[in-house]
């Protein structure tokens, strides 16, 4: 299908919802599906966005925000998986345990205001990666509108900016826990340090990049065009000062760059069979 005709199916399967919740985390993939089933649906429409530790603040207040300039009804619902010994734990199915909780709860919220569906904003390029969440979000029942449409991720910035969605460019944004290996335990400690140094770097300027936490070690990862500015003195000698501030004893930058789903890259390698729920 061509573009056209793909947003013409996704807005013709979403008319047909009748009423709908949306996972909405302020990503351009939940904004996309958002935007067009508020176009469709109107106030039979809710966001809902989760808030924990292992979800940044800076990305809660412009989820919120984003829903306001879109005109939707918008909810902040806590998720407690930060408090499961299994996401703690840190397996390479982490997503799922995390997907489950949020689904639970967002299925609370859609029976109270009685919501006939959950939308999720996966979309078919999520599909050929490492997601235990998907299994997650396919066993609550969950709706993926974007990949049934036949959208892939260059389809949704296309459509997001024909459509005046401000956040089209937006990177992706993984939840903090990606940031921590897989088999190193999760603490609440860990996940600040994260969110802090990151912070950190958006303020400098960088838009693109993850602080991969190694325990003493924070390894950062910025795209390539970006690297020969991070090293100029002036730039690293306030990140090493800020980053031992924070709690790290050494600084690395990765000279590969930035890369999503870099820690998953171990488990298609090793062909881990526990990677995957299912």
Same mark, same amino acid.
């Given at each position: 299908?061509?573009?056209?005709?793909?947003?013409?199916?996704?807005?013709?399967?979403?008319?047909?919802?009748?009423?709908?919740?949306?996972?909405?985390?302020?990503?351009?993939?939940?904004?996309?599906?958002?935007a067009?089933?508020?176009?469709?649906?109107? /106030?039979?429409?809710?966001?809902?966005? &989760?808030?924990?530790?292992? *979800? !940044?603040q800076? +990305?809660?207040?412009?989820? %919120?925000? $984003?829903?306001?300039?879109?005109?939707?009804?918008?909810?902040?619902?806590?998720?407690?998986?930060?408090s499961?010994?299994?996401?703690?734990?840190?397996?390479?199915?982490?997503?799922y345990?995390?997907?489950?909780?949020?689904?639970?709860k967002?299925?609370s919220?859609?029976?109270?205001?009685?919501?006939?569906?959950i939308?999720?904003?996966?979309?078919?390029?999520?599909?050929g990666?490492?997601?235990?969440?998907?299994?997650?979000?396919?066993?609550?029942?969950?709706?993926?509108?974007?990949?049934?449409?036949?959208?892939? /991720?260059?389809d949704?910035?296309?459509v &997001?900016?024909e459509?005046? *969605? !401000?956040?089209? +460019?937006?990177?992706?944004? %993984?939840? $903090?826990?990606?940031?921590?290996?897989?088999?190193?335990?999760?603490?609440?400690?860990k996940?600040?340090?994260?969110?802090?140094?990151?912070?950190?770097?958006y303020?400098?300027?960088?838009n693109?990049?993850?602080v991969?936490?190694?325990g003493?070690?924070?390894?950062?990862?910025?795209?390539?065009?970006?690297?020969?500015?991070?090293?100029?003195?002036?730039?690293?000698?306030?990140?090493?000062q800020?980053?031992?501030?924070?709690?790290?004893?050494?600084?690395?930058?990765?000279?590969e760059?930035?890369?999503s789903?870099?820690?998953?890259?171990s488990?298609?390698?090793?062909?881990?069979?526990?990677s995957?729920?299912?």
């Open positions: 299908m061509v573009l056209a005709q793909k947003r013409e199916h996704l807005e013709s399967s979403l008319q047909k919802l009748g009423s709908a919740l949306v996972a909405f985390s302020g990503g351009v993939d939940s904004t996309l599906v958002l067009v089933a508020y176009s469709v649906l109107g /106030k039979n429409v809710l966001a809902v966005t &989760a808030q924990s530790e292992s *979800l !940044p800076r +990305e809660l207040e412009q989820a %919120a925000r $984003l829903a306001r300039t879109l005109g939707v009804d918008h909810k902040i619902i806590a998720t407690c998986e930060t499961s010994p299994d996401y703690l734990k840190n397996p390479v199915n982490r997503c345990f995390c997907k489950s909780e949020l689904y639970d967002l299925s919220v859609a029976s109270e205001h009685k919501l006939a569906h939308l999720n904003g996966v979309n078919k390029d999520d599909l990666d490492h997601r235990p969440g998907i299994s997650a979000g396919k066993e609550a029942g969950v709706l993926s509108p974007l990949a049934d449409a036949g959208f892939d /991720k260059q949704v910035r296309d &997001a900016k459509m005046g *969605l !401000p956040n089209w +460019e937006k990177p992706a944004m %993984a939840c $903090l826990s990606s940031r921590v290996p897989y088999g190193e335990v999760i603490t609440m400690e996940l600040s340090m994260i969110e802090q140094a990151e912070g950190f770097l303020s400098l300027g960088f693109q990049l993850r991969r936490h190694h003493d070690i924070a390894r950062i990862e910025l795209l390539q065009e970006d690297i020969s500015r991070f090293m100029e003195k002036s730039v690293t000698d306030r990140v090493q800020e980053f031992k501030k924070i709690g790290f004893k050494f600084v690395a930058v990765d000279i760059g930035f890369r789903g870099r820690m998953n890259e488990i298609k390698k090793n062909g881990d069979p526990s995957n729920p299912e």
